[in-house]
């Protein structure tokens, strides 16, 4: 059983739409992070979030936890932003970090 | 910026050999961690290291696998005896609480033939 999902596991959008991708968990958690992947391997962190919302540019992540859910959202997304987007939740129980699988987005121009 | 900082990016070893993964975190951080990921999976934690002892490691984290510290500024990643199955990226980070944001390395892909 994955205690991180997330959706869609594929999406393919044109520039300049709005992009969101989601996460669902079913372990109690102290923080949900969301990191970025890219084609060479590197991985960059962009949130870390326990409540609430929080936006950093066109990069927009909310989360709701009573239903174990947080979405990241891209606004006027650019063919850069194409990479791996992944959740990652710190457990409350132990501290480690477990990854979902991720969602490869791909923006065309 | 400060960012951390891995070597090699690129091992390939035997089965069997003993490798050494190195990682030289950011300088005031306070926690670190190794994470491995196998091609086409996803990310795995392997564990965690916090004034100078682990303080969680996964199933992972067996027999095989070390940590060390062995200065003020390195840290090490030591794999025993090899097996194909252990051919995977692994990725150091650092954080500066336990629940931070994490700072990642470029990775060392290990190949194991």
């Known amino acids: 059983k994955n205690e991180v999902e997330q959706s869609p596991q594929n999406l393919t959008a044109q520039e300049g739409e709005f992009i969101t991708i989601n996460c669902s968990y079913s372990v109690g958690i102290s923080a949900l992070h969301w990191l970025q992947q890219h084609p060479g391997g590197g991985i960059v962190s962009l949130f870390m979030l326990s409540s609430g919302k929080k936006k950093h540019g066109r990069l927009i992540a909310t989360i709701n936890i009573q239903e174990k859910h947080s979405s990241l959202h891209i606004t006027a997304s650019h063919p850069r932003d194409s990479a791996v987007y992944i959740c990652a939740v710190v457990m409350d129980s132990n501290y480690q970090l477990i990854w979902g699988a991720g969602t490869k987005l791909i923006i065309k121009p | 910026e400060p960012e951390v900082t891995q070597t090699p990016s690129h091992q390939v070893t035997q089965m069997g050999q003993e490798v050494i993964l190195r990682c030289v975190p950011i300088?005031?951080?306070?926690?670190f961690y190794w994470y491995r990921q196998i091609l086409g999976q996803k990310v795995e934690f392997l564990v965690s290291f916090y004034n100078n002892e682990i303080s969680e490691k996964s199933e992972i984290f067996d027999d095989q696998f070390s940590v060390e510290r062995p200065d003020g500024s390195n840290f090490t990643l030591k794999i025993r005896s090899t097996k194909l199955e252990d051919s995977a990226m692994y990725f150091c980070a650092s954080s500066r609480d336990r629940v931070d944001e994490q700072y990642f390395g470029p990775g060392t892909r290990l190949t194991v033939t």
């Open positions: 300088s005031n951080h306070l926690y």
